[in-house]
């Protein structure tokens, strides 16, 4: 039974840093290619960002770059986002999701639960 | 403002058919598959439709997608209580290199 667990969210302030969690089980981490998504209250689905399966390559959505730096450990099967500087717009719920075939068929197969981050003083 | 377009809201009665539009854009649904999501409230999304029209295992044949061109569309066949969710389209787009959704429809059955 496939899972994915994220764990690591809470409140912070303004500017402040948190790093969140995604412990897979029930596949082959290492073959995928690992996402983050997140949901602002209310509103809808967008990207932040992926690591490909051995982690040599990354991608950010615009408004974390610089900010946010994801990271696996294919040995321990979890997938983390470092988030650093946060905004209040950054408020989400955070979803990690693997990435099943290549970019242009490719869909997300699995997703977790997801973890509430709230920014805010 | 989202990638793709989709109508914010879509309803329908018990035993109905209802569509749900997407429209994207040559960069992404013109050259790349397409993916359906459904969220039921308070809960992750969950895969509903991809490679434009393939159902993963488990989903009922009442779901089914297509594609035309840059617009997909969602059919939901003898519509039930338990479809009242939110439906996202996705599809990567080769501009941006990443995954974009639309805006999501929220589906009500009435």
């Known amino acids: 039974q496939v899972q994915l667990v994220e764990s690591g969210g809470g409140v912070v302030q303004p500017g402040g840093s948190l790093r969140l969690s995604c412990a897979a089980s029930?596949?082959?981490?290492?073959?995928?290619?690992m996402h983050w998504v997140r949901q602002a209250p209310g509103k809808g689905l967008e990207w932040v960002t992926f690591i490909w399966y051995d982690g040599r390559s990354e991608h950010y959505v615009d408004s974390v770059k610089g900010r946010f730096t994801i990271s696996r450990d294919n040995s321990k099967s979890t997938l983390y986002l470092q988030m650093n500087s946060l905004r209040a717009e950054d408020t989400a719920v955070y979803y990690c999701a693997n990435w099943w075939g290549d970019n242009s068929s490719g869909h997300y197969e699995y997703w977790g639960q997801g973890i509430l981050v709230t920014v805010s003083s | 403002q989202s990638v793709m377009t989709q109508p914010p809201s879509a309803s329908g009665t018990p035993g109905q058919r209802v569509t749900i539009s997407c429209s994207g854009s040559?960069?992404?649904?013109?050259?790349?598959?397409v993916t359906w999501y459904q969220q039921l409230p308070g809960t992750a999304p969950k895969l509903l439709i991809y490679?434009?029209?393939r159902r993963p295992s488990g989903v009922p044949d009442r779901f089914s997608g297509s594609k035309s061109g840059t617009s997909a569309s969602l059919a939901i066949s003898g519509l039930q209580s338990e479809d009242e969710a939110d439906y996202y389209c996705?599809?990567?787009?080769?501009?941006?290199?990443?995954?974009?959704f639309g805006g999501g429809t929220k589906l009500t059955v009435l």
């Open positions: 029930g596949f082959s981490f290492s073959s995928y290619g």
């Open positions: 040559g960069s992404n649904i013109g050259t790349n598959a």
């Open positions: 490679t434009n029209n």
């Open positions: 996705a599809a990567w787009d080769d501009i941006l290199s990443c995954p974009v």
